[in-house]
C-alpha cells in the first residue's frame, strides 16, 4: 500500500518544499520521487499539491515548537536544525536562511499555518489542514499576502526567482542523492559483485535483504546451493562452513543436506515493505534531542522497515526504540527458526506504491533467484490495496480492472517460473478490506495536532483528497458509499487472484491462494483486549502498524498449518547442534 504526503519531515520535507516551490524561471531542481506524497504515475494534483502539503506540514511543526519552547520562531527553527542529525544540520540551517523571510515574522504573529501557505502561493484553492482563523481563510491570506508585497517578497525580482539548483545548496547535496537512489529499480546500491545481495543495511542492502557475506563474488550469496559443500568458504552466507575434524565431512552435508532448506522471497507493495513514520516525528510535544536520531537511516530506507515486518523482519523492536515500538515476529523468523541452515535467506522486495502492472513491468526484476544454483523459496505476492487505491477525484475508474489484474498477475506468475528453483511454493494474498481505516482512525486525533487536540485524521484525510495526493481516496474518505465501493472491487480483484491460483499450472512451483488476514487479526486482537487502532498507524492512517506485522505471521502459518500442512517446513533435527558450533551463524 502507498505512503503519504507525510512522509517527508523534517529536513526531507523542507526539501520538498524548496524543490517544489522553485518559481519556472530558476535553474532545475531535483525530482522527487511521487510516492513520497503518496502519489501514483498518471495522477495530477490540485490546490497546491504536494508542495501545499509540505509548507503546512512544516510551518505547523515551526509553530507548535516555538509555543512549546516560549520562543521566536527564529529561535525555534534554529533548535529544530540542532535536533536534526549532524550530516543534515548544515542543510537546514541553509534552508532556513533562505526561506525564514517568508514565514517567520508570520508565524510569531500566530497566522496559522494554511494561511501562511497560502499567502506564499504554496497552496491554493480551499485545502486546509488546521482549524481556520476566525476572519476565515482567504480573508486572513489577503492580508498577509499584501503585507508580503508590500515587503517585496512576492516580486519576480527577488532572490526566489534566481535560486541555484536545489541541489547545489551548501548540506543538501547529501538528501538529494539518497532521494535519487530511490529510483535505481529497487536493487541494492551498494552490490559489488552484482547479485543482488549487499553487506551494507540502507539503501536496498541488507535490511531487504541477506547479507552478503562476500561482495567480491556473485557465486557467494543467500539461498545459493553450497558449493564443495562449503568446506573452504561460506558460500551460502549461513555461517555454516568448514570441516568436521573427526569425519572430514564438511558441516553443510552433516547439518543441512536433507533437511529442505527454504528461503523465503515477499513481493508486494509498501505494507510489504512496513511502511511507518515514527509518531514522533510529527507530534513536537515528543521532540527532544535524540527524536531524529535516525532519520538517515529512514530516509535511506524509503521509511520503510523490512527489518521489522511480518514477512522478513529479523531485528527486535528495542533496537529501534522509540521510533518503533510493538511486537514482532516474521514469516522468515518461524522458518529459520524451523531450519537454522535457513540463516539470512530472505528477500523483501517490497516498493511502495506497487501494484499489479507496476510488478509485472519492472519491480519483479529485482528478485534474486536462479533455478539451477540457488535453492528453492516460498514466495508470498502481496498486493493489497494499490490496485483500488488511487488520488483522483473519480477513483473508481482508476482502479485496476479485473482483467488487468489477470493479466499483470500472471504475467507476474509466469515470471516466476523462469526464476524459482524446483520445490517452491508460491502464496497470493488476497486484497484488505480497508474500510476499518476510516471507521477505526477518523475520530482520533492526529499526530500533528497533539498540542491542541486540534486535527484529527479525518482532517488529514480531507486535506489529501483536496490536493489529489490521498494514497486511497476510496477508502480514506467520509463518503461510506464510496468506501462499500472501493470494498468491492478489492473483493472482486481478489477472487481474480484466487482463480488464477486454481487455473494456472506452473512448472517448477505450487501457488496457492491465502484471504487476506487484517480483519481477522484485528477482530482477535480486539477480542483479547486491544483496540482497532493499535494495529494501524498513526501518522498516514493507512498501513499496519508494528502491532499488526506479527498478527499477519500468526495467521498465515495458522493458514499453512490447516490447508498446507505438507507446505510447514520440516524442524531441522540438528538446530541445536548448529547453535553449539556457529552460534548467531555471523548475525545480519
Given at each position: 500500500m502507498k505512503c503519504c504526503f507525510i512522509a517527508v519531515v523534517a529536513v526531507a520535507v523542507a526539501v520538498a518544499v524548496v524543490g517544489s516551490s522553485v518559481p519556472t524561471t530558476a535553474a532545475s531542481h531535483i525530482e522527487l520521487p511521487r510516492w513520497l506524497f503518496g502519489q501514483q504515475p498518471g495522477v495530477e494534483d490540485a490546490n497546491g499539491g504536494s508542495k501545499c502539503a509540505a509548507?503546512?506540514?512544516?510551518?505547523?511543526?515551526?509553530?507548535?515548537?516555538?509555543?512549546?519552547?516560549?520562543?521566536?520562531?527564529?529561535?525555534?527553527?534554529?533548535?529544530?536544525?540542532?535536533?536534526?542529525?549532524?550530516?543534515?544540520?548544515?542543510?537546514?540551517?541553509?534552508?532556513?536562511?533562505?526561506?525564514?523571510?517568508?514565514?517567520?515574522?508570520?508565524?510569531?504573529?500566530?497566522?496559522?499555518?494554511?494561511?501562511?501557505?497560502?499567502?506564499?502561493?504554496?497552496?491554493?484553492?480551499?485545502?486546509?489542514?488546521?482549524?481556520?482563523?476566525?476572519?476565515?481563510?482567504?480573508?486572513?491570506?489577503?492580508?498577509?499576502?499584501?503585507?508580503?508585497?508590500?515587503?517585496?517578497?512576492?516580486?519576480?525580482?527577488?532572490?526566489?526567482?534566481?535560486?541555484?539548483?536545489?541541489?547545489?545548496?551548501?548540506?543538501?547535496?547529501?538528501?538529494?542523492?539518497?532521494?535519487n537512489n530511490f529510483g535505481n529499480n529497487h536493487d541494492p546500491l551498494d552490490d559489488i559483485d552484482g547479485d543482488g545481495f549487499s553487506p551494507l543495511p540502507t539503501l536496498r542492502?541488507?535490511?531487504?535483504?541477506?547479507?552478503?557475506?562476500?561482495?567480491?563474488?556473485?557465486?557467494?550469496?543467500?539461498?545459493?546451493?553450497?558449493?564443495?559443500?562449503?568446506?573452504?568458504?561460506?558460500?551460502?552466507?549461513?555461517?555454516?562452513?568448514?570441516?568436521?575434524?573427526?569425519?572430514?565431512k564438511p558441516y553443510e552435508e552433516l547439518l543441512c543436506s536433507g533437511t529442505n532448506q527454504t528461503g523465503f522471497i515477499a513481493l508486494g507493495d509498501s505494507a510489504t515493505a512496513h511502511f511507518h513514520i515514527p509518531f514522533q516525528y510529527l507530534s513536537t510535544v515528543s521532540w527532544e534531542k535524540g527524536t531524529f536520531k535516525n532519520l538517515l537511516p529512514t530516509l535511506e530506507n524509503e521509511f520503510d522497515w523490512p527489518m521489522l515486518s511480518s514477512g522478513t523482519g529479523y531485528m527486535n523492536t528495542s533496537s529501534w526504540n522509540p521510533d518503533v515500538t510493538g511486537l514482532d515476529n516474521s514469516t522468515y523468523m518461524v522458518m529459520r527458526?524451523?531450519?537454522?541452515?535457513?540463516?539470512?535467506?530472505?528477500?523483501?522486495i517490497g516498493v511502495n506504491g506497487a501494484r499489479a502492472s507496476s510488478m509485472n513491468d519492472s519491480i519483479q526484476n529485482s528478485m534474486s533467484r536462479n533455478q539451477q544454483?540457488?535453492?528453492?523459496?516460498?514466495?508470498?505476492?502481496?498486493?493489497?490495496?494499490?490496485d483500488v487505491c488511487n488520488g483522483h477525484p473519480d477513483t473508481l475508474s482508476h482502479m485496476t480492472t479485473p482483467q488487468e489484474m489477470h493479466d499483470k498477475a500472471l504475467g507476474t506468475l509466469k515470471f516466476l517460473d523462469t526464476r524459482l528453483p524446483a520445490g517452491s511454493s508460491v502464496f497470493m494474498m488476497g486484497l484488505a478490506d480497508g474500510r476499518i481505516l476510516y471507521n477505526t482512525m477518523?475520530?482520533?486525533?492526529?499526530?500533528?495536532?497533539?498540542?491542541?487536540?486540534?486535527?484529527?485524521?479525518?482532517?488529514?484525510?480531507?486535506?489529501?483528497?483536496?490536493?489529489?495526493i490521498s494514497p486511497c481516496?476510496?477508502?480514506?474518505?467520509?463518503?461510506?458509499?464510496?468506501?462499500?465501493?472501493?470494498?468491492?472491487?478489492?473483493?472482486?480483484?481478489?477472487?481474480?487472484?484466487?482463480?488464477?491460483?486454481l487455473s494456472y499450472k506452473p512448472t517448477n512451483y505450487k501457488v496457492h491462494f491465502f484471504p487476506n488476514p487484517i480483519q481477522k487479526a484485528v477482530d482477535e486482537w480486539v477480542a483479547n483486549g486491544g483496540k482497532a487502532w493499535q494495529?494501524?498507524?498513526?501518522?498516514?492512517?493507512?498501513?499496519?502498524?508494528?502491532?499488526?506485522?506479527?498478527?499477519?505471521?500468526?495467521?498465515?502459518?495458522?493458514?499453512?498449518?490447516?490447508?498446507?500442512?505438507?507446505?510447514?517446513?520440516?524442524?531441522?533435527?540438528?538446530?541445536?547442534?548448529?547453535?553449539?558450533?556457529?552460534?548467531?551463524?555471523?548475525?545480519?
Open positions: 509548507c503546512t506540514i512544516i510551518v505547523g511543526l515551526v509553530e507548535q515548537y516555538a509555543e512549546i519552547k516560549n520562543a521566536t520562531a527564529s529561535s525555534a527553527l534554529s533548535e529544530i536544525c540542532d535536533l536534526l542529525p549532524d550530516k543534515l544540520q548544515e542543510g537546514c540551517k541553509s534552508l532556513v536562511d533562505l526561506f525564514g523571510p517568508y514565514i517567520i515574522e508570520y508565524i510569531d504573529n500566530h497566522e496559522t499555518p494554511d494561511v501562511v501557505c497560502h499567502a506564499i502561493n504554496m497552496c491554493t484553492g480551499p485545502c486546509q489542514l488546521f482549524p481556520p482563523p476566525k476572519e476565515g481563510l482567504q480573508a486572513a491570506t489577503d492580508r498577509v499576502r499584501a503585507h508580503l508585497e508590500s515587503k517585496g517578497l512576492l516580486s519576480s525580482t527577488h532572490k526566489l526567482s534566481d535560486l541555484p539548483a536545489i541541489c547545489k545548496i551548501p548540506g543538501i547535496k547529501y538528501i538529494c542523492e539518497i532521494i542492502g541488507s535490511d531487504w535483504r541477506g547479507k552478503d557475506c562476500n561482495d567480491l563474488s556473485d557465486r557467494q550469496h543467500p539461498g545459493v546451493k553450497p558449493i564443495n559443500g562449503d568446506r573452504d568458504n561460506d558460500s551460502n552466507c549461513n555461517g555454516i562452513y568448514g570441516v568436521e575434524p573427526n569425519s572430514g527458526s524451523r531450519n537454522l541452515c535457513s540463516h539470512r535467506d530472505f528477500q523483501n544454483t540457488d535453492l528453492p523459496a516460498l514466495v508470498m505476492y502481496a498486493l493489497i490495496g494499490n477518523a475520530k482520533r486525533i492526529h499526530p500533528i495536532g497533539s498540542l491542541h487536540k486540534d486535527v484529527t485524521t479525518a482532517d488529514v484525510y480531507n486535506f489529501l483528497n483536496c490536493l489529489q481516496r476510496g477508502w480514506m474518505n467520509s463518503n461510506e458509499t464510496l468506501r462499500n465501493l472501493t470494498s468491492d472491487h478489492a473483493n472482486l480483484l481478489s477472487n481474480v487472484l484466487k482463480n488464477l491460483t494495529l494501524i498507524e498513526p501518522v498516514d492512517g493507512f498501513h499496519p502498524s508494528q502491532n499488526a506485522q506479527p498478527l499477519i505471521t500468526e495467521f498465515f502459518w495458522r493458514y499453512l498449518n490447516k490447508n498446507y500442512p505438507n507446505l510447514m517446513p520440516p524442524v531441522n533435527p540438528n538446530n541445536a547442534e548448529i547453535f553449539r558450533i556457529f552460534g548467531d551463524q555471523g548475525g545480519y
